[in-house]
C-alpha cells in the first residue's frame, strides 16, 4: 500500500556520522509506527529505532545515545541520524512501516541501503 524508499547510506569510518532517509509514497500520518531495522551479513534483521504516529520512540540497547530516529509527516519521511558510527553497524538498513487496524495488519519494507563502517 505504501512504497518506501532509502537513502543515505554509503562509507564511512569509525566514528563518523551518517543520515538516512526514507521517502514514503504517500503521507505517513496515518501509519501507526515506522522503523529501521538492519541486517548484517550471516546476521538475522533486528530491530534499530522505531517511532509512532504519536512520536514514541523505541531504541536497540546497542545504539542508544548513538542514533536518533525522527519523523516528518509533511515531508513524507523518515530519518535515522547515526553518529558515532562503529564497524559493528555495518549492515543493510530497511525502512519499515507497520500499520495496525481492527481488520489486519499492513507490513511494508523498503529495498535496503546499504550502510559501511570502517575500522
Known amino acids: 500500500q505504501v512504497q518506501l524508499v532509502e537513502s543515505g547510506g554509503g562509507l564511512v569510518q569509525a566514528g563518523g556520522s551518517l543520515r538516512l532517509s526514507c521517502a514514503a509514497s504517500r503521507t505517513i500520518f496515518s501509519i501507526n509506527t515506522m522503523g529501521w531495522y538492519r541486517q548484517a551479513p550471516g546476521k538475522q534483521r533486528e530491530l534499530v529505532a522505531t517511532i509512532t504516529s504519536g512520536g514514541t520512540t523505541n531504541y536497540a540497547e546497542s545504539v542508544k545515545g548513538r542514533f536518533t530516529i525522527s519523523r516528518d509527516n509533511a515531508k513524507n519521511t523518515v530519518s535515522l541520524q547515526m553518529n558515532s558510527l562503529k564497524p559493528e553497524d555495518t549492515a543493510v538498513y530497511y525502512c519499515?512501516?507497520?500499520?495496525?487496524?481492527?481488520?489486519?495488519?499492513?507490513?511494508?519494507w523498503g529495498q535496503g541501503t546499504q550502510v559501511t563502517v570502517s575500522s
Open positions: 519499515n512501516a507497520k500499520t495496525t487496524t481492527p481488520r489486519s495488519i499492513t507490513n511494508n
